[in-house]
């Protein structure tokens, strides 16, 4: 038994081979490789009846009537001439008929991309350029944000089936593609297996600009088997959920378009984020689980006084958070105002597919800051940036991550896969991080350079660039700027070229006019020249100190 590793139960960390491995019970993958995420969902067992509730109306989607739906839809599709490997564009908000179209999309072998409305047709149109679908979903009123260069066919989501269609790209919509009774189309369809590409959601990564990201079944059956195992238990009830946050990033996506459907869940769906809408759709609906980002605890802590004595919450057990950094002071201000109610914390990434790490009770969310344990069948290492080599427990280093729901690459961009994935299979996460003797992660900086605004990602590298084509910048660099609202928003430090009079406000007019609302640059700073290593790279550690300096020196 010499060479057996000996793994340190308590921790997980095996001291031979410097891996933390998961505590959880590991998942079982369906062995059948001919197999795709829809299937997998559709054929879990359950007691579940309705579905999906549309939070403003009240229109409901039992299961049966879901997965008619889907089977309708991709049909559908088929009879349209979408195959296995084509790549179609979802641009719409939250709506019961989103998870919809994913599932149908997927039933085919084709692959689903994403993208958020609030993003202007320029950086659409850029995600287009990259991605090449050659259909999209959309809404009438989302239609204009499709007029990019590259025209495509549009199924049109939310129409009446008789409304007029006076716009020659829309080729169907999806009431008159759900009506479909007979499933013919569905006869063509090609074989799938689990390693084929299901998902395409754009994301920074550690470094550059948005890249996508490409997940297969098996990435997403696994995580779906991880919600399970996350959730439900013998002894679980049925369980409600509010959707508020967007189905369009993979938190979203993977709660509420898949996860939650394979154990018969209830999904409250809301278009957008409005806490008004929130809190009267937990009343009405007996909401016991609220998926969150930071920002909104904020908001329901600063508020609490009010929203305690205009709503009936006593239906809500859990809160999750994901997609940013929770500060103890944040749990411990929501714990005091909503004491029945407890935080469960989550860590993802969308290379990852979705969760991580995750504190699964509240015993382990007692465990203040951390974002929680390795997910089922997930292995991590803590490697020091600067030497390489794999750390401890409680020594910091940049998290690497590897299981079964770790993304297949970065869409047609190999060298960016090449840095962010090794030839074992590990990810690099950019976050450093350590591992407790409890195998309990603590997120302590951020390495890769990203702005996480309201937890929506925001590249610095895509403002810079941006920035340099203003014809009186000579450079530019971005940094993230802290802020107890919304977690950070990006400031510019900006290199005037000699004699011009570029005003602070002119540079963030510039920038606004032509990125999404959450990428705006808030704040400006002159500078003479921006700092840089010899190899040229933007030393961004030193300009987060500048500007932390000079805005507590104006306090
Ligand atoms: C609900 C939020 C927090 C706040 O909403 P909001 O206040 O209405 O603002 P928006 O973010 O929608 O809009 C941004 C800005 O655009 C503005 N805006 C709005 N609609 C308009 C308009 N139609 N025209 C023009 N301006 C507009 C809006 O006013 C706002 O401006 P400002 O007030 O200046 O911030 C919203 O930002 C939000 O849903 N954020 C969530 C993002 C999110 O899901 N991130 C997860 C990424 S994936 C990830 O990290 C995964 C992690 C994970 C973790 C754990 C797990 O278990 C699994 C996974």
Known sequence: MANTPTVDARSGFCSSNSVFYSKRRSIPLPPNDSLDITTFISSQAHRGNVAFIDGSTGQQLTYVQLWDAVRSVASSLSDMGIRKGHVVLLLSPNSIFFPVVCLAVMSLGAIITTTNPLNTTREIAKQIADSKPVLAFTTRQLIPKLAGPIPLPIVLINDEIDAPIDNKSIVNTLGKMMAIKKHDGLKSREAIIQDDTATLLYSSGTTGASKGVVSSHRNLIAMVQTVIGRFYSDDNHHQTFLCTVPMFHIYGLV???????????????????????MLLSIQRNRVSYLPLVPPILVALINAADQVKAKYDLSSLRWVLSGGAPLSKEVIEGFLEKYPMVSILQGYGLTESTGVGASTDSLEESRKYGTAGLLSASMEAMIVDPDSGHPLATNKTGELWLKGPTIMKGYFSNAEATASTLDSKGWLRTGDLCYIDEDGFIFVVDRLKELIKYKGYQVPPAELEALLLTHPEIADAAV????????????????????????????????????????????????????????????????????????????L
């Open 255 to 277: 709660a509420f378009a898949t996860g939650l459907l394979a154990s018969g869940s209830t999904i409250v769906v809301l278009s957008k984020f409005e806490m008004h809408d």
């Open 479 to 554: 940094i993230p700027f802290p802020d107890e609202k919304v977690g950070q928003y990006p400031m510019a430090y900006v290199v005037r070229n000699a004699g011009s009079s570029l005003t602070e406000s002119g540079v963030m007019e510039f920038v606004g006019k032509q990125v999404a609302p959450y990428k705006r640059i808030r704040r400006v700073a002159f500078i003479d020249s921006v700092p840089k290593n010899p190899s040229g790279k933007i030393l961004r550690k030193d300009l987060i100190q500048l500007a932390a300096s000079s805005s507590s020196s104006k």
